[in-house]
């Protein structure tokens, strides 16, 4: 692993903004708990009052994010491109009733599926949006200290999924590297579907010898020795990370509760 590589494989994806607090200064276990309470509440109900709710919510509190919004208007693309397609599915095929508007073959547009449809584009903005943005500017080392120190996670599972997300990083510049050894070497020259399944198969023998490279050397500095372990740097939830989680219980309560309220409030058992 190169120097640069490694410094990159430490930094988040985006910089956090310097200055007032927001959200990117947040404990990444903090992070985790409150996109999982949003998703959770969100999951449990299939309707368009309560992803409604919690989506204006949450668009409210954006300015905090501590990200540039080019940056994150870049990051969020797939959600935003996503849901629409995802909701256009659901209108075609999802479950019909009231009135028909369309018919033809397993395409049937109804009442039903167009209400569908706008609860489905705009529960998947409510539970992607949140959980890309509180992500962009988590550092891999800093969630792992959470987990093992906060959540208590094994220490063996911790520092190896951790050891394994930093050599994500280096799938891209492999793939390069092999793609320039093979043209160099005149090799599957013709046929895009037979280079990329040969690129493929090298990739991945790539990976797996570097992945047994680094679980012999983990285990010869001693990663994987039984007892308590000790940590570099301390993680704790302070007061801002108990107030995201807060927060994102009320959000989560509030479009849970507008939901019921409303008679809206459909069970995804019975959707």
Known sequence: MTAGTAAAARTPAVAPAAGRWSLAGANPVAKLAASTVLAVALVLTLDWVSATVALVLELAVLPFAGVPWHHL??????????APLTGLT????????GT???E?????????????AIATVLRVLAIGLPAVV????????ELADGLAQIVRLPARFVLGALAGFRLLGLFAEDWRSLELARRARGVADRGRVRRFAGQAFALLVLAIRRGSTLATAMEARGFGAP???????????ARGDLLLIAGAALVAAAALTAATLSGHWNFIAGA
């Not at 208007?73 to 996503?82: D, E, I, S, Y």
């Open 100 to 102: 028909v508007y369309a």
């Open 227 to 237: 007892g308590p372990r000790t940590w570099a740097r301390a993680s704790v939830l």
């Open 90 to 97: 659901i209108l075609l095929y999802g479950r019909s009733s």
């Open 134 to 141: 509180l992500f962009l500017t988590v550092d891999a080392t």
């Open 73 to 82: 208007w870049r990051r969020t693309a797939a959600v935003w491109l996503g």
């Open 104 to 116: 033809w073959a397993l395409v049937r547009i109804s009442d039903g599926s167009i209400e569908l």
